[in-house]
């Protein structure tokens, strides 16, 4: 929408042809439905949020970044609200308001939209861009800007056809990938046990190894990942993540195990990875047995199960038990001090083996895409076929949650606009 805004403002004919019935259904769903469009963060910082692959937006970003997108939503009335630390949003905080001011956007320029009109084939002779088929129809035209999104949350439309598209006009993909995805663990049973809990203010690290073999003296005190700056982690270690997190029947959900799904689903194509949560990171394990021995002592008629009440949420407190192998009924004056070394150690370290993402259909994003090798950065031209350009998800680009992907896609769809009218 964006892209053909913009190509229509500068005086080229546009027609947008969108597959489902509606416009913007993905934005719809953004952010809760709120729509973090954006992200306060500065330049580096924002790029870093795409892995290696963001450098491949830092021309993009000069020509169209988060101060235009904020002035083109104010061309239509919309103010913007920053949340939640750095994450910017419509101040209605409703994702309605920016699918309308795309379609003002369309409509004032005088685009000409067909729904329910999917694009099967970009038609190419002599390597230029020639036209465009759907099952019923040709549409001859002299460029194509293909922005067909990528291939999770496929209800709303993008079901991954570009992908196709480009491949038949000898575009590469790069494996697709889901991204942001929540994390099916092999101890589907201790999950279900602890189903619904919410892990508020925990460390998750990911280790490429089994759960077993994990040192929890590797576990780092600061974050490490993608879109952290400093040094990477080292290897066993993965990813390590300070936030929320969610136990759910098949696994991990919730704002960290999100954001580490990328990390952990490439490393599962190396090896067996294991992840380790730190229930308490804000005390060493010598000062979190301390402080349980001082807690059995105090309450010492007790028993172990109550007086984790205060260590741990309620639905946590069962299974958590059962794991330790300290009877719950035990009164606490009962608990020798090598069971009390054993509750913290698990407190300070809580593990599961990862077996894989949920599902492609449920990630945030689509890792992988088409090469960035083949598209040129300044323009968003294909390097292939003359007249195509591409934007959007569909390129090999993905983000950490904060707005980031959004300003990808109106980024790169302002850019292949303005190309694609020239
Ligand atoms: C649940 C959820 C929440 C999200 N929240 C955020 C957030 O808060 N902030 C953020 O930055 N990112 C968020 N994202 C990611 C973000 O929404 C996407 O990265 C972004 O929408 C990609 O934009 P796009 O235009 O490339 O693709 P899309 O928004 O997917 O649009 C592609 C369009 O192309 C159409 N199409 C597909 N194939 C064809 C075809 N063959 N012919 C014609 N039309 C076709 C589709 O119907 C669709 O309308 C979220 C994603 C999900 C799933």
Redesign the pocket.
Known sequence: MMAAGRAAELGAEVLL????ER?????L???NGR???SNTCDLETFILQYGPNGRFLSSVFRRFFRDDLISFLHRYDVETVVKYGNKIYPASQNAREIVRVFVSYLEDNNVTIKYN????HILVETNSVIGVQTITDTYPCDAVIL????A??PQ????G??YR?AKELGHTIIRLRPGLVPLVVEETELAKSMMGSSLHNVRLTAFQQRADAIDRGLVPTSDTGRGIKGPKPRLPVIESRFGDLMVTHFGLSGPIALEMSLAIIDALEKGPVGVSIDLKPEISSTGLASRLQQQFQLHGKRTYQTIMQSFLSHKMIEPFVALSGVPGEKTANHISMSETNRIAALLKSLRFNINGPYSMSTA??TAGGLSLDEIDPQTMASKLVKGLYL????LDIDAN?G?????A?FST?WVSGEEAAK
Do not use: F, R
């Open positions: 042809l969108e597959k489902t416009p913007g259904k993905k934005i769903i953004s952010g729509c973090n469009l009109t999917a694009v099967n922005a067909t999104g990528g999770s949350h709303t439309g993008s079901t056809d570009g598209i945030m994003v934007c959007g998800e569909v949650t707005g980031y992907n959004l300003q896609a769809g």
